[in-house]
């Protein structure tokens, strides 16, 4: 095998196939597939990813890798196979494929080392190699590789004296943020802020925000102060030169879960109907058969303990798990739930955790320290090698699917792996998606249900208030008369409130009471969004900024505002109306600080609060036994989207959020208040009634030719042009129609939900069918002949297999 076929990291439509490099004699018989290598493209040096080796190259004259960039492996031939899947089934390159697969230390600039494995001694290397690992049990690679000792080092790692470690470069090893706190507190601070020159008015803003700020003794990072309030480093390096700030670098604070050790549970006693779920899982596991179970489970039934005991079994039969939960859930106490029952088995990959972080926890993957992960959506790619269970929590959260090349969805690539490894497949949820739903009716899934609630307790009562009604009788009050007496009754009992605020679609625009008339961005076609700090206007997609008109532009009125509520305002009404209400808010503003999730729901739990405000992140996986109302403020914030599956993201959400009342001894309550109580979502979601749900809104897809009953695929062209983009569109789907089967229902082109983005136009069309054999070969055609054609001249096409972001 003297030749190695490589995928190039140059993404383009081009470079989209493997070129043959030989590999010289010093690396032969070492250099494997999965491995990257550095080799020679065009004038340039470029990874690559091996794929497969072969005797003789294609061409006669073929050039040498450079060297290789790992020395085992990095994907295994079943990640690489699903490399080649992802790519046919999302149309994206090959290489985004791979890279996907890898943790990101692995994509960032690092450097790496040579590592003596634990309880390895130097005396153990061949005796060339020994001095270097004399003063330290790491050696830089460039050290080693400079002497000419790689591939004597090569027969070492394949051994197991030695490890390589990618470190990321960082700036000094321990990992420092730099941080600021105010010098100076109380009148003396406002003394200080009211002797800033006038002209300092951001110096004075930035202050009132830090003073504002209550936690950490008001230190703040740099670069979050930045993010939160706009403010540039000079301001703040002024401050700091005035002695108003002091600075100061500290270590940085090390991800919540970690060093921490975890109260040891045992398997709980399964209900009878707990029992019943779990027996096909088991039986799947000892028969080595893959099979996809849809666990639909109302809130509070138990599903978590089916998967705990499900991982189980697999650990026994020495195999592997991997739990996915979405990035917003993925709170401490889901993580103690699996840290719990299995310890240190348990590797978690989450957002929060740095790159070096994450690159740890992988690591320990890939060397079979652990043998269960629980992460976001990209823990799908963990690399087990003999892998026993795939479970997906709340399978219906479109988290699962990334919105960047490639457009996978964790659901797919988990089936895919479980198809690999001949195992089971779990999907959760108490809201499914229909997707998922109809799959297990027509028996491509199996169902299991969970149908009651494990304390055995009726789901909570949910009374619709409707708002317009409110409004005739006088109330213009967020708070409902029902709401707000049910609030105070709480408060008197000492019991638990959470009260939520869907601020997904547009929640704090500015508006003109008179004519209608919405401040928009004049970029981007779509308001402008209200922001509180810098008292301004934003637009969330181009972060253009403008001031807070005092009259209509339009019509000259002054009865122009700000519309909508956020958390902040309701928490201000609630200090009005209840003064003696202790209210925990949870928002992005709220949360931005490591940990600060994990601080605001622990104080919640102790019971340090009789109200906890927040937005969807509170939605999720709450269990406290004293909550007994929820509140919806507003429920029809996400019904009214540019989206088929408007619907069914109201009443999942809204199931969800009803679920958080009453989970254990005291009956919940649920306070829904709306604008459109006659909608079938809002109707039934205060009903529990899932399955009617499911079948009324399987007649509208059915109607709209939507999923379940169709496939889709959106392509989006954009142009700075919009006459270009317009004709390219037209263009376009001309072609596509010429190309697919009489039954497929080809949409547009039309301007896309959001016609502007950044100046440039967007068109879309919708391809809608039920069985495409030519679809992936047209898609493929189209980019390989308009990217060539046109992508130069700045139009971008994105396409989107199965796409959960209409817009
Ligand atoms: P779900 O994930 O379906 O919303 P959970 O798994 O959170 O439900 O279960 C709700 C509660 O019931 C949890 O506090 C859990 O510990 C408890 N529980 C689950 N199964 C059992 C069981 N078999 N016996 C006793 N308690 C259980
Ligand atoms: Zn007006
Ligand atoms: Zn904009």
């Not at 964790?410 to 895919?416: E, F, K």
């Not at 070969?777 to 308009?786: F, H, P, V």
């Amino acid at each position: 095998m003297n030749v190695a076929s490589v995928i190039v990291d140059v993404p383009s439509m081009q470079t989209d196939r493997t070129f043959d490099y030989t590999i010289p004699n010093e690396w032969k018989g070492n250099i494997v597939p999965g491995m990257r290598v550095v080799v020679p493209f065009g004038p340039r040096k470029v990874q690559g990813f091996v794929t497969e080796l072969k005797a003789k190259g294609e061409v006669s004259k073929l050039k040498p890798i450079v060297e290789p960039m790992d020395l085992v492996p990095v994907l295994n031939g079943e990640l690489l196979a699903l490399g080649d899947w992802l790519t046919e089934k999302t149309l994206c390159f090959k290489i985004s494929a791979f890279q996907s697969m890898l943790p990101a230390a692995m994509k960032a600039k690092y450097e790496k080392f040579f590592s003596l494995e634990n309880q390895k001694k130097p005396e153990e290397l061949p005796l060339s190699l020994q001095r270097f690992f004399h003063k330290s049990r790491e050696v830089s690679w460039k050290v080693i590789e400079e002497s000419g000792f790689l591939p004597l080092i090569h027969k070492e790692v394949k051994n197991g004296t030695v490890e390589v470690l990618y470190k990321v470069k960082a700036k000094g090893k321990k990992k420092t943020v730099r941080k600021v706190y105010l010098n100076f507190s109380g009148s003396q601070l406002h003394q200080m802020i009211e002797d800033l020159p006038p002209q300092a008015s951001k110096q004075k803003e930035l202050l009132q925000y830090m003073s504002q700020s209550t936690e950490d003794e008001k230190g703040m990072a740099v670069t979050e102060l930045i993010e939160a309030t706009g403010a540039t480093s000079s301001t703040i390096k002024s401050l700091v030169k005035k002695g108003l700030f002091l600075e100061k670098n500290e270590e940085m604070y090390r991800d919540p879960f970690l060093n921490r050790t975890f109260q040891k549970t045992s398997p709980l006693t399964l209900t009878p109907q707990q029992s019943e779920a779990i027996t096909p899982v088991l039986k799947t596991i000892d028969e080595k058969e893959h099979k996809t179970f849809l666990l639909y489970g109302v809130t509070g039934s138990g599903k978590t303990e089916i998967y705990l005991q499900s991982i189980q079994r697999v650990l026994k039969e020495g195999k592997e798990a991997i739990v996915l939960v979405p990035e917003i859930s993925l709170t401490p106490q889901m993580v103690h739930r699996f840290k719990g029952r299995f310890g240190n088995d348990v590797a978690v990959l989450h957002s929060g955790l740095s790159v070096g972080e994450k690159y740890d926890e992988w690591r320990k993957i890939q060397r079979k320290e652990v043998k269960v992960v629980v992460g976001a959506r990209s823990a799908v790619y963990a690399p087990f090698e003999n892998l026993g269970i795939i479970i997906i929590d709340e399978e219906h959260e479109t988290s699962y699917k990334q919105e960047e090349n490639p457009r996978y969805h964790a659901r797919d690539v988990a089936i895919y792996r479980g198809q690999y490894h001949q195992c089971p497949i779990i999907l959760g949820s108490a809201t499914p998606s229909l997707e998922s739903f109809a799959r297990a009716a027509k028996g491509v899934y199996e169902l299991l249900t969970l149908d009651k609630r494990m304390n055995n307790g009726d789901l909570p009562s949910v009374s619709i208030v409707d708002m317009r009604e409110e409004l005739r009788k006088g109330n213009r009050s967020m708070f409902s008369k029902e709401l707000f007496e049910k609030l105070q009754e709480r408060i008197e009992k000492g019991e638990q409130t959470v009260l939520f605020l869907n601020r997904r679609g547009h929640s704090s625009f500015i508006m003109c009471r008179d004519c209608g008339f919405v401040l928009q961005c004049p970029n981007c076609d779509i308001s402008l969004t209200y922001h509180r700090f810098s008292d301004g206007m934003k637009c969330h997609y181009c972060g253009y900024e403008e001031g807070v008109p005092n009259t209509c532009p339009e019509c000259l009125s002054e009865h122009i505002r700000y519309f909508g509520t956020g958390t902040q305002k309701v928490e201000e009404e609630i200090n009005k109306l209840l003064p003696s209400a202790r209210v925990i808010r949870m928002d992005v503003d709220t949360t931005t600080r490591k940990g600060s999730h994990e601080k605001l729901l622990t104080a919640f739990g102790e019971g340090k609060a009789d109200i906890l405000l927040g937005t969807q992140m509170i939605a999720k996986g709450l269990d406290f036994p004293n909550i007994t109302l929820v509140g919806v403020l507003s429920a029809d914030t996400m019904l009214h989207l540019p989206d088929f599956r408007a619907a069914e993201k109201t009443f999942q959400l809204l199931t969800q959020v009803s679920g958080r009342a009453g989970r254990h001894q005291l009956p919940g309550e649920v306070v829904v208040q709306t604008y459109t109580p006659e909608h079938y979502s809002i109707e039934l979601a205060s009903l529990h009634d899932y399955n009617r749900f499911y079948q009324q809104e399987m007649v509208m897809r059915k109607m709209g030719s939507y999923p379940p009953f169709y496939f889709i695929t959106l392509v989006t062209l954009s142009h700075e042009d919009l006459m270009k983009v317009v004709d390219i569109a037209e263009k376009m789907s001309s072609f596509i129609r010429s190309r697919m089967s009489e039954a497929t229902i080809i949409l547009g082109p039309v301007a896309s939900p959001i016609p502007r983005i950044k100046n440039r136009y967007r068109y879309q069309c919708l391809i809608k069918y039920k069985r495409e054999p030519n679809l992936t070969a047209t898609l493929k055609t189209l980019l390989d002949q308009y990217q060539q054609q046109y992508a130069s001249k700045g139009l971008t096409i994105s396409i989107d297999v199965n796409p959960y972001m209409m817009m």
